[in-house]
């Protein structure tokens, strides 16, 4: 079965096809760079590098670009704040950004262009656009005229009457129709400026994309990514001036991430309810926040709360402890025909569900039920395998490990030093307790034994005892 992507465009499941079967090309929104990035939109550039990953995985070469708006109303407003100028609010915020999408073990774009960086190649859009009538000047500003093109609304799939009743709310006197945007804003007195052929001013949000897309991708690219709030109109409005100025489709899939929400809210600067990147990366592992991130297929809305951070911290420790033990067989060989262990059919049958998920419109939950179902089946079967077994333990860890990697679960080589070997050395102690512990329950030692218990409940770290082993999870902070 080949692979199928929710198109938003089209508001169905489509077979995937790229236009270049040699090489995918993504254009994903990347911030707007006035301040740390937090969880919502680690949510939307998470979902963009697993697409990649799964993507390279199933042996297709990709090109990602990804930009920085770095001029805007609020990086502005934020500079004058703080007293700094706004190349400088907009420099440490990029790198920023950059760290933290690190630390979240995402890969850097191909391309990460700059919207400050490419004034000309927009001047030169919006030049064609006026040269077709789709634009206007008024007082040194250029507005794009909708009514030029007859597909505005298919994106957002709306009829012009919802349009007008929509854009009325905002009076612009210079707009010829409510529902026209800006390109080039002509210029305020202390704000950074541009020359162009309308006089000094600063380009429009929506006219950076296009420009930057077609600039780095080509007039028309394979998949364009974002949060579920930029679909309208940010990404209808890249449409309108693409497609008017080129003639020809200008993203094939339209792919919009849902919002991470906050005691059932979206999670957004302007909402102040946010949680930092930089701070959830402080008080758990990368490959926990990637979990908890992906625990959700990426067009449903996923709620953020400890509760799920614990689970997935919960998670972690399961897949960990599996990978560990199964590690010590890697490399083992010696399969053959008359190898019948049911595990054997139980690692195949993970990696069919798991292709299968990904393919369907990269769906990480299922993705993730198809590697959780095959740790426990690794994790009943370890008592009663024979040696003939080794081999299937050794499939079973590659299995996984491959899986887990595509999805950045496991072994992140980058963050490891940061935060890993702390997580690694809890645990090591955690274990060491409760080895200690086993050896006073062995000697009807009670006390001891019961003291260890209750002590590390005290630290939030609840143990149950089963027939076999014992096992421990924190428990809320
Ligand atoms: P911004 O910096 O606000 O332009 O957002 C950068 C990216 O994060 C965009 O693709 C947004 O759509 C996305 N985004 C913002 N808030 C959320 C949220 N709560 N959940 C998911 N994605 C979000
Ligand atoms: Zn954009």
């Known amino acids: 079965m080949g692979m199928k992507i929710y198109n938003s465009l089209n508001r169905r499941l489509e077979d995937f096809e ?16 006035y301040d740390y990035i937090h969880m919502g ?24 670009v990804q930009n920085l708006t770095d001029i805007d109303d609020k ?31 995402i890969q850097p ?13 927009m001047i030169d859009l919006i030049q064609i656009l006026i040269d077709k009538g789709a634009a206007y000047v008024v007082d040194g500003s250029v507005y794009y005229r909708v009514d ?45 400026s541009w020359d162009s052929p309308w006089g000094k001013g600063r380009p429009g949000w929506h006219i950076e994309c296009s420009a930057m897309a077609m600039k780095h991708l080509g007039e028309t ?18 449409i309108a001036q693409s497609e008017l100025a080129t003639g020809v489709t200008f993203a094939r899939y339209w792919m919009h991430v849902a919002f991470l929400k906050i005691d059932g809210k979206r999670m957004g600067k302007s909402e102040k309810n946010f949680i930092l990147l930089r701070d959830a990366l402080d008080h758990y592992p990368t490959e926990v926040i990637r979990h908890f991130l992906i625990s959700a297929h990426y067009r449903h809305p996923l709620d953020y709360n400890q509760e799920s951070l614990t689970k997935s911290e919960g998670a972690l420790r399961r897949l960990n402890n599996c990978l ?15 190898t019948d262990v049911p595990l054997q059919h139980a690692v195949q049958e993970m990696k069919a569900r798991f292709t299968q998920a990904m393919d369907t419109d990269f769906n990480t939950a299922q993705a993730l039920g198809a590697i959780f179902s095959l740790v426990s089946e690794v994790n009943k079967a370890f008592n009663t395998l024979d040696e003939m077994a080794a081999p299937v333990l050794a499939e079973a860890y590659q299995a996984l490990a491959e899986t887990c990697q595509v999805l950045g679960i496991y072994n992140n080589v980058e ?37 260890i218990r209750d002590r590390l409940k005290e630290l939030n770290i609840q143990i149950q005892d089963t027939h076999h082993s014992t096992t421990w999870k924190f428990t809320t902070k």
């Open 18 to 33: 790229p236009l270049n079967p040699e090489q995918v090309t993504i254009y994903s929104c990347g911030p707007t760079v």
């Open 41 to 64: 939109n680690a949510r939307t550039a998470l979902v963009t590098d697993i697409i990649r990953r799964y993507l390279l995985y199933k042996g297709y070469n990709v090109k990602l």
């Open 75 to 105: 990086i502005i407003r934020r500079a004058a704040e703080l007293g700094i100028s706004v190349k400088q609010l907009a420099h440490q915020n990029g790198e920023a950004y950059f760290e933290d999408s690190q630390r979240l073990g």
């Open 109 to 121: 774009a191909d391309v990460h262009p700059k919207a400050t960086e490419h004034i000309r190649e």
């Open 148 to 192: 030029q093109f007859a597909e505005y609304g298919k994106l957002s799939n709306r009829k012009p009457e919802d349009l007008l009743a929509g854009a009325r709310v905002e009076i612009n006197e210079e707009k010829e129709d409510p529902r026209d945007f800006d390109m080039w804003k002509a210029a305020k007195p202390g704000e950074p």
């Open 221 to 238: 690219i394979d998949i364009h990514a974002g949060g579920e709030d930029l679909l309208f109109p940010h990404h209808e409005n890249e």
């Open 324 to 338: 560990d033990t199964l590690k010590q067989y890697d490399g083992e060989v010696g399969l053959n025909e008359k």
């Open 415 to 451: 963050t490891q030093e940061e935060t890993g070997d702390n997580v690694e050395q809890r645990d090591e102690l955690v274990k060491l307790l409760l080895e200690i512990r086993q050896e006073a329950r062995n000697r009807k030692d009670w006390e001891t034994s019961d003291k």
